[in-house]
């Protein structure tokens, strides 16, 4: 039997990890850019991250970690996401007693998530995000937010919506959480079981129900918007006012709520048209609770995070992903017999030293041969060591697109390719 990869998990070979490495290089100097350091945290954590980080009512937690006892017999869970991890990160090397905001990123990590599988989502999959934390201010909002956005633009994807709302804060929220209760047990006979399930436990979740029955009874709900508190409104119009002031547009959206219980006011979500159902890109908001919910101090903070893989199909379907580079600047082609062999080596080790992409052949290919193979895998150059050039101390430098060739001096060889070549 023929085994494949798990159900909802994918390989990233060869003909794909160029682009990701293309991505993840820009991403790198733009987190560079905003003053965020890359934190790599374990991909399993103890259960109870998760649990106490993203809440027991979140489908998340209730359907979707990948929970197992370990050999000692603890709880452990694959991270399915990074914000509650790297809270624990934080504490766990009292990153609050540095100078704060403290900014931190992630990039490609893995998350996983037992999840029904389509396009553009998966089991595994792929996150790049960042969380500032120790900044309550809007401005703090908004650069997060400024991030991203102009990430996207960097990486040309122009056709976006950025929409944001306001959950409120323990002080707002609690009073509208009872409005919603109330508009909600009017349709009790008709909600979805989860939800009626969610009614007294954590009304705000059922906002984001996908079944249809459920989504016409919201459209009319009591909005969040209608209940902030001062603190929470003047938050919320101190961002807009940020984002009028970047030029960056924007779509107050009330049905915003997010799949994950430890957001305090901002919530947004970053959404492309160009890659279908799946279109979310970017998620996040900020989590004034959470550091100090994990054990910690009361302790802001902010952040989001974006689906490598939905940012990939979206840059694919808009052609914005290079071509993949050949590997090989020169190859070194020689006859098959022991000294043009030992020569060949020994030139492409030295040419590897300068700096040179260079390659020789270790399946006995025949001269000719491995002239062609040079062309298949798309070096610029090729070197050749036939028996006239071991006779005469030199070697053949063959340009691969314009068929030109020179000789040069088997000694000067390497210094002369490399120039030539750069
Ligand atoms: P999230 O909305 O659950 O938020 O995930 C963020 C992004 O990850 C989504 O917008 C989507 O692009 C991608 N994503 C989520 N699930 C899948 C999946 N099954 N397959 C492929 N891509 C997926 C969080 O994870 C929060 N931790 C974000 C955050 C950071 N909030 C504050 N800081």
């Not at 009874?217 to 508190?229: E, G």
């Not at 050949?326 to 017999?337: E, R």
């Amino acid at each position: 039997m023929e085994i494949k990869a798990p159900r909802g998990t994918h390989d990233i070979m060869p003909d794909e990890i160029q682009a990701w490495q293309y991505v993840e290089g820009i991403i790198r100097d733009h987190c560079a850019h905003y003053g965020y350091s890359e934190a790599r945290t374990p991909v399993f954590e103890h259960t109870e991250v998760f649990s106490r980080g993203v809440g027991d009512t979140t489908d998340i937690v209730q359907k979707e970690m990948y929970t197992f006892n370990d050999k000692g017999n603890r709880s452990i869970t694959l991270r399915p996401e990074n914000t509650a991890g790297l809270v624990r990160a934080f504490l766990e090397h009292h990153l609050q007693n540095e100078p704060l905001p403290i900014k931190l990123y992630y990039l490609s990590a893995p998350m996983f998530r037992y999840e029904n599988p389509q396009s553009g989502r998966y089991r595994q999959f792929y996150q790049f995000g960042v969380e500032a934390y120790g900044a309550p201010a809007p401005s703090c909002d908004a650069e997060v937010v400024s991030l991203a956005w102009t990430l996207l633009q960097k990486l040309g994807i122009h056709d976006l919506e950025l929409h944001i709302n306001s959950i409120g804060c323990p002080k707002c929220r609690p009073a509208f959480q009872e409005k919603l209760k109330a508009y909600f047990r009017q349709y009790e006979g008709q909600l979805c079981q989860t939800c009626l399930e969610r009614l007294d436990r954590n009304p705000l979740r059922i906002i984001d129900c996908k079944s249809p029955v459920c989504t016409d009874i919201v459209r009319d709900a009591p909005t969040m918007l209608d209940s902030l508190c001062g603190e929470c409104q003047s938050h919320f119009d101190t961002l807009k006012a940020y984002f009028d002031a970047m030029g960056i547009a924007y779509v107050v959206d009330p049905m915003i709520v997010r799949g994950l219980d430890y957001y305090t006011k901002t919530v947004f979500e970053i959404v492309s048209k160009d890659i279908g159902a799946q279109g979310t890109v970017c998620g996040g908001g900020r989590y004034d609770m959470l550091v100090s919910q994990m054990g910690g101090p009361e302790m802001a903070g902010v952040g989001f995070a974006f689906g490598m893989e939905r940012l990939l199909m979206v840059m694919q379907s808009l052609g914005l992903l290079p071509k993949r580079a050949p590997l090989c600047d020169v190859y070194v082609a020689a006859l098959p017999d022991e000294a043009a062999r030992m020569a060949a080596f020994a030139l492409c080790a030295s040419l590897r030293a300068q700096g040179v992409k260079a390659e020789v052949d270790h399946v006995s290919r025949s001269l000719k041969a491995q002239l062609k193979h040079a062309g298949k895998i798309g070096s610029r150059a090729c070197v050749i060591i036939g028996a006239d050039e071991l006779a005469a101390g030199v070697v053949k430098l063959r340009d691969m697109q314009r068929g030109e060739e020179q000789a040069i001096a088997m000694e000067t060889a390497t210094e002369a390719i490399a120039a030539i070549l750069k």
